[in-house]
């Protein structure tokens, strides 16, 4: 088959944007927002135990908040992270034990032990993430996605896809773009954004998947402000504090350094907390980015997220794009008022589906309808 390059063109217009939240990865086994900090000061995960950055975080919210594990009264996560971003802000210690640079430490560590948790569950292949897929490659491909999930099964799940059909779109430079010496040891990744080879009988588009919150397998250096894609390399060990990754067949493992100036990676999620910032130079990229989707399509179909009120910067970021004709669908099991109420105060024209994430994708009349 002859082999040519083609540049990969978006429609000017999107006909769906898919909003994706906690409720679409949950079936899979990844934990609510609500769930992960007791999984890490509940004493449950051996690693986190044994571990100096588990311990020390699991002190630290033991000496400033009250809980109580047997009837599972713990401390709101946002809470959390909410009196530690008081003290960075304010540049302030809160005593002699807990000084300002230890607390910007507990910050990381705490992240960290998200990251840890989050993965625990992102390493098998997702079924329901595949069934999204194949109603995208049925009924409409001219989607993007904006989710709000650190995990990865999303695009684990589109491999079958892969090259045939479509590329995924980050939205943000990559260093594995650059087939540079110095990046040798790492997995080239294709930029849809510039021509890619496509052979005769393909016809391949580009997907956006615009991951707000950040993601586990993304690896930022605050040196050269670049960020490493590892598809496959999520693994954060516990006990250095380090990314890991591993050469294959061998299976040696290394740590993550910065190819360009050696520098050590840190994670590139947005942790939950009252106190959001975007001033991050990636998180900034990416809400331009889903604010342009916004803006471009004609309807936006939320899945599993419930507009908590932490996240006062999605809620912004979608009340200044939405036009009062702009469709809005929302996929949620949870029949609440306070819930369609949230959705309300974006747009009128709003209509609520009372069902799960894995009933949606194996609802063919919905899908059909929905894509229409």
Same mark, same amino acid.
């Given at each position: 088959?002859?082999?040519?390059?083609?540049?990969?063109?978006?429609?000017?217009?999107?006909?769906?944007?898919?909003?994706?939240?906690?409720?679409?990865?949950?079936?899979?086994?990844?934990?609510?927002?609500?769930?992960?900090?007791?999984?890490?000061?509940?004493?449950?995960?051996?690693?986190?135990?044994?571990?100096?950055?588990?311990?020390?975080?699991?002190?630290?919210?033991?000496?400033?908040?009250?809980?109580?594990?047997?009837?599972?009264?713990?401390?709101?996560?946002?809470?959390?992270?909410?009196?530690?971003?008081?003290?960075?802000?304010?540049?302030?210690?809160?005593?002699?034990?807990?000084?300002?640079?230890?607390?910007?430490?507990?910050?990381?560590?705490?992240?960290?032990?998200?990251?840890?948790?989050?993965?625990?569950?992102?390493?098998?292949?997702?079924?329901?993430?595949?069934?999204?897929?194949?109603?995208?490659?049925?009924?409409?491909?001219?989607?993007?996605?904006?989710?709000?999930?650190?995990?990865?099964?999303?695009?684990?799940?589109?491999?079958?896809?892969?090259?045939?059909?479509?590329?995924?779109?980050?939205?943000?430079?990559?260093?594995?773009?650059?087939?540079?010496?110095?990046?040798?040891?790492?997995?080239?990744?294709?930029?849809?954004?510039?021509?890619?080879?496509?052979?005769?009988?393909?016809?391949?588009?580009?997907?956006?998947?615009?991951?707000?919150?950040?993601?586990?397998?993304?690896?930022?250096?605050?040196?050269?402000?670049?960020?490493?894609?590892?598809?496959?390399?999520?693994?954060?060990?516990?006990?250095?504090?380090?990314?890991?990754?591993?050469?294959?067949?061998?299976?040696?493992?290394?740590?993550?350094?910065?190819?360009?100036?050696?520098?050590? =990676?840190?994670?590139? %999620? @947005? *942790?939950?907390?009252? +106190?959001?910032? !975007?001033?991050?130079?990636?998180?900034?990229? /990416?809400?331009?980015?889903?604010?342009?989707?916004?803006?471009?399509?004609?309807?936006?179909?939320?899945?599993?997220?419930?507009?908590?009120?932490?996240?006062?910067?999605?809620?912004?970021? =979608?009340?200044?794009? %939405? @036009? *009062?004709?702009?469709? +809005?669908?929302? !996929?949620?099991?949870?029949?609440?008022?306070? /819930?369609?109420?949230?959705?309300?105060?974006?747009?009128?024209?709003?209509?609520?589906?009372?069902?799960?994430?894995?009933?949606?994708?194996?609802?063919?009349?919905?899908?059909?309808?929905? =894509?229409?």
């Amino acid at each position: 088959m002859d082999a040519s390059e083609k540049f990969l063109r978006y429609p000017p217009k999107r006909d769906l944007v898919f909003v994706l939240g906690a409720g679409a990865s949950h079936p899979d086994g990844v934990p609510l927002q609500r769930d992960m900090l007791p999984m890490i000061i509940s004493g449950g995960i051996e690693e986190i135990e044994k571990s100096e950055i588990g311990q020390i975080v699991t002190e630290f919210i033991k000496d400033n908040f009250e809980y109580n594990a047997e009837t599972k009264q713990y401390p709101q996560l946002e809470a959390v992270f909410g009196f530690i971003d008081y003290f960075i802000q304010q540049n302030e210690s809160l005593n002699s034990k807990y000084t300002n640079e230890k607390i910007r430490d507990i910050k990381e560590y705490l992240i960290k032990l998200i990251h840890y948790v989050v993965n625990l569950r992102t390493e098998k292949t997702s079924h329901y993430y595949h069934l999204f897929w194949k109603a995208i490659q049925n009924h409409n491909s001219n989607i993007s996605i904006i989710t709000l999930n650190y995990d990865t099964l999303l695009e684990q799940a589109f491999d079958f896809l892969f090259k045939n059909h479509g590329y995924i779109d980050y939205c943000i430079p990559l260093m594995n773009y650059e087939m540079t010496p110095e990046l040798r040891n790492y997995n080239f990744w294709i930029n849809p954004r510039e021509p890619v080879p496509v052979n005769s009988n393909e016809n391949p588009i580009p997907i956006k998947i615009i991951k707000v919150h950040g993601s586990l397998n993304w690896k930022y250096c605050n040196c050269c402000n670049q960020t490493l894609l590892t598809p496959w390399d999520r693994t954060i060990d516990l006990k250095k504090g380090k990314f890991l990754g591993y050469t294959y067949p061998d299976k040696r493992e290394y740590e993550f350094l910065c190819p360009i100036d050696g520098t050590e =990676f840190r994670t590139l %999620i @947005m *942790p939950p907390t009252h +106190l959001k910032t !975007i001033q991050h130079p990636i998180i900034s990229q /990416l809400m331009n980015e889903a604010a342009r989707e916004i803006r471009a399509t004609k309807k936006i179909v939320f899945i599993g997220y419930s507009l908590s009120s932490s996240d006062v910067h999605i809620k912004a970021l =979608f009340k200044k794009q %939405i @036009m *009062p004709d702009k469709e +809005l669908v929302v !996929i949620n099991p949870k029949q609440k008022e306070s /819930l369609e109420l949230s959705y309300k105060s974006l747009t009128k024209n709003v209509r609520f589906n009372y069902t799960s994430f894995e009933e949606f994708v194996m609802d063919e009349k919905f899908l059909e309808n929905l =894509f229409a």
